[in-house]
Every structure is written in C-alpha cells, then in structure tokens.
C-alpha cells in the first residue's frame, strides 16, 4: 500500500514537472501569435525565450545582442575618426567573417525562437503555415549578411585588381606614421584615356594634374591640352636624349596624348605612365608622384553607378559624329547620365580643344563635388563593379588608408583650377617657363588662401608677364629650364568673370565661380 502510494507521488511530481518545463502561455498560443513573437525575436533576440518562459536563455541572448550593438557603435565611431580604416583589407576580411558568422547566428536565432513557442501545440494548418512563414523568415534573415559579405569580398577584390604595382616596378614601404614621406603637397596625374576600337592603343585625351596640400586639403588642377607640342623630358630620362629639341614621336606633331603610347611602343610595356609622369612633371616644374587613368567609357559607366551628374550646360551641346546629329544637350541645370556626360565632355561640334578641356574641368568638379561618401556608400557594389577592369593606377594599396581621408578633407577644402590654354599658353610654341612660373603661382596661392573662392586678382597674372608665346629649351635636370624667347608680350587683363569654355585670365580660379556649383 505504502509502495502504491509513493508511486501514486511520485508520477504526480514527474506530471508537474513536465508541466513546469512546457511554455507557460497565458492561453493556448495561436498561429499568429507563434509567427509574431518569432518575428519579433529576430529584431530583439531574446523575446520569444522570455515569452515562453525559458527567461535564463532570453536574457543571455538580450545581453549578447545587446553586447554587439555596442560593438557595433564602437566600430561606428572609430571608423568615422579614421576613416581610412574603412579601406584596410583587415578590416574588410572581418567584416566578411562577422557577416557570415552573422548569418548562421540569426538562422539559428529564428529556429530556436520558433522551437522555444511550442508550435507543435498549433493545429496541423497552423503548423503548416507557421512552419512556412519561419522557412521564409529564415532565408530573409541571412540576406542582409549575404549581400553584406558578397559585396565586400567584390569590393576587396577589385580595390586590390586596381591597387597593383606597375611590371617591373618595386613600391617602397608606405609608413603609417608619415605615409607622405614628409611632403607638404603630392601631385595626382588624373587621366582620361580613349581607347576606342578603332585605333591603335591609348591616347591620353585629358591630362589634369591635382596638386593637393596634405596639411589642409586646398588642391589646384592643372589642365594640359592633347595638343601641347614639343614636351622636353628632365635630363637623365631615356626620351631627352632622343628628343633633346622637344617632342616628336611617330607623327612628327609631338602631342603631348602622343607620348604614352610612344613609350610603350619604344621602350617597352609599362613605360607609357611614367613617360607622362616624366613629361608633365617636369614642365609644370614640380614632381608627379601617382597617376591614375580611366577609360572613357569606363568613366560613363562610372556617372550612371552614382546615378547621373547634376552640370550647369552654359549652352546647347550637338553631339554626334562630326555635325551632332545625335542629339542636343540643353544649356541649363541638366542631370546627365553617363553616356551624356560623356558626350558634354568630349563633343568637337562647334567647340575647339579648349572649350573641351573647361567642359572635361567642370564634369571632374561635379563629380568631386556631388560623389559624397553616402552616396559613395550606397551604391560601393556599382561603382566596384564599373570601375573593377576600367582603372589603372599606381598608387600603392597600402597608401590607400590615407589617401581616403585626404580626399574627405579635400572636399571639404578650396579647389581652384589652371588651364594652360590661349592666349596665355600656346600650344604649338609654349613658354614653358611661364608655365612653371603660374603653377608656381598658383601652387603659393592656394597654400596661403582659406577654404572659399579665389578672388580674381592680380598676383598671378603678374606672375605670368614675360615671355608668352616662343617655344624653350630646358637645359640641365631638376625644374629648371632656359628659355629662349622670339617674341614677348606683356600678360592677359584678368577678367573677373570669364565664360568657362574661353579663358583670357591667368590666375587660378575655383571650379564653383567656373562651372557654377
């Protein structure tokens, strides 16, 4: 009797036991409470657990959740005071792991979520449709940390396809703690190449230097035309002493978007950038230190990628063989897309090589100009994608860290441009000394103004007096050169506010006055 009593007691505790270990519901859960509770828990981890009773678990997975948005925040926060963090391929493989690992964790999140609230206590259509809605959930859960991993790993493959040393080259170690190797300024040799199917290689169609000071940000472009004529080399470079008199190449014109293809077809396979480099270099009188080229319709595809570049068109634009009967773009504030812009840039109708280069001037400004890091940022996969096989540089991949928040600083800073254009330079016979000597100019200007608009004064323009318009021999290396001069005049009126695509003023002025941001 006493046997059959404690096994009557003791089969009452293992019942309550078991009662105590199923989910204490208020009620019976219904299907959509099953659905909603474990869709809350994939915003607040934790949620279902607690609902269902089983509170240790909910709150260790509230504590860890809680424990990453920290981490989350701290990451947040050290990347925007460096935000050259943001590019370090270290930091891009943990991004990658945290994402994946990410994935598997709130797949898992949503299973035990579901599990913990009991569904098999539903009917069979409420399993049914539960067990549905999870199935998707689950897969709509991973698809953020899928799209997060896939696109940093397309985002570091194509930053280290473009970030590679030149054949033959060997890249010196940058320091993280001086990567500028002490210099006040570097100098970007910005290109834009055309290599159309119908010709023969490369031609360097547009040549802009960016002269950027590394303490502040204020930059100045330099804009050399196609056409310039009979470029010296410094001395020492295997072009100088084959053309001691200037420029020639193949053609006999001696252009300047001549050169890089000559040197790839003379002295060998990589030789054209650092032929330009040497050439353009040494007739504005300062060190190229990178360059870095796009093809053209590479750069379309690159304006479509942010969606299009916003360009005041000072008037109507023909486009379209050699009488523009393609198209028309309109004078005004146009939006333009990438097939557009490219036209805007490059169209001859009715338009000399300068008028180009003032148009090719304001679509870099509007781009510099309107590529904000969220837009950058939104749209990373389309620009990686556009830009993976269309971009050549030789800036080395670990200066890229630094580069990224230089150029945040030059956009927040003054941009003011040069063209050497006529009648300040003429391109068949020019004055190279007074090139050097309003780059010169220009470059002291911009270290001495704030951040704003450059005023229209004379400095420069009394700078550029002198010899203007015979052709100069350099003699000897560095910067120097000796000109020898046939005719002098003295320099340009300034003019307070010329038209963008004809320039009679010397002095460097900012993209905002000229291309009207």
Excluded at 15 to 42: D, M, Q, Y
Excluded at 69 to 83: E, K
Excluded at 169 to 181: F, G, L, M, R, Y
Excluded at 487 to 498: D, E, H, L, Y
Aim: net charge positive; glycine share 12%.
């Amino acid at each position: 009797m006493a046997g059959s009593t404690g096994s009557t007691g003791g089969s009452a505790r293992d019942s309550e036991e078991r009662k105590a270990a199923l989910p204490r519901f208020a009620k019976p859960p219904t299907t959509g409470s099953v659905i909603g509770w474990t869709l809350l828990s994939t915003v607040v981890p934790g949620a279902a657990h607690l609902r269902a009773g089983q509170r240790r678990t909910g709150f260790i997975l509230l504590g860890v959740f809680g424990a990453l948005l920290a981490a989350a925040v701290i990451f947040a926060v050290v990347i925007d005071a460096n935000l050259g963090l943001a590019v370090k391929d270290g930091v891009w493989v943990t991004i990658v792991v945290a994402a994946t690992i990410g994935a598997l964790a709130w797949f898992a999140l949503v299973i035990t979520s579901y599990i913990a609230l009991g569904p098999d206590r539903l009917p069979q259509s409420g399993q049914v449709i539960s067990g549905i809605v999870v199935g998707i959930l689950c897969v709509g859960v991973m698809g953020p940390f899928a799209l997060t991993a896939g696109g940093m790993l397309t985002v570091r493959q194509t930053t280290n396809d473009i970030f590679q040393p030149e054949p033959g080259t060997s890249v010196a170690p940058v320091k993280q703690e001086d990567p500028w190797n002490g210099r006040r300024r570097v100098n970007f040799l910005l290109i834009g190449g055309d290599a159309a199917g119908d010709r023969t290689g490369v031609r360097t169609d547009s040549m802009t230097v960016a002269s950027v000071d590394v303490r502040t940000g204020n930059s100045v472009m330099f804009s050399l035309p196609r056409n310039l004529q009979f470029v010296h080399f410094p001395k020492g470079d295997p072009l100088a002493a084959r053309f001691p008199n200037g420029f020639t190449g193949d053609s006999g014109q001696g252009l300047l978007n001549e050169v890089w293809q000559y040197a790839e077809d003379h002295l060998g396979k990589g030789r054209g950038p650092r032929e330009l480099k040497s050439a353009i270099g040494y007739t504005l009188g300062i060190k190229v230190d990178y360059y870095a080229i796009v093809d053209m319709y590479g750069f379309a595809a690159l304006i479509d990628a942010i969606g299009g570049l916003k360009i005041r068109v000072e008037q109507d634009i023909r486009w379209g063989g050699h009488f523009g009967t393609a198209g028309t773009i309109k004078a005004g504030y146009q939006r333009l897309d990438g097939e557009h812009v490219l036209w805007y840039g490059r169209s001859r109708v009715d338009s000399d090589d300068f008028s180009r280069m003032s148009r090719q001037r304001c679509v870099m400004g509007a781009l510099l100009n309107q590529a904000t890091p969220s837009v950058v940022l939104a749209n990373f996969g389309k620009i990686a994608t556009a830009t993976r096989h269309l971009f050549r540089t030789d800036i080395p991949r670990d200066l890229l860290e630094h580069l990224v928040p230089l150029a945040v600083k030059v956009k927040d800073a003054k941009t003011t441009s040069l063209q050497f254009v006529p009648p300040t330079i003429w391109p068949g016979a020019a004055d190279w000394v007074k090139i050097r000597r309003l780059t010169a100019q220009a470059v002291k200007e911009s270290e001495r103004t704030g951040s704003g608009t450059v005023a229209a004064g004379a400095t420069a323009a009394a700078a550029a007096s002198g010899t203007t318009g015979a052709s100069a021999t350099p003699s000897g290396g560095g910067s120097s050169a000796t000109p020898s001069t046939s005719r002098s005049a003295t320099a340009p009126t300034p003019v307070r506010t010329p038209t963008p695509n004809r320039q009679s003023k010397a002095a460097a002025k900012s993209l905002k006055e000229a291309c009207g941001f």
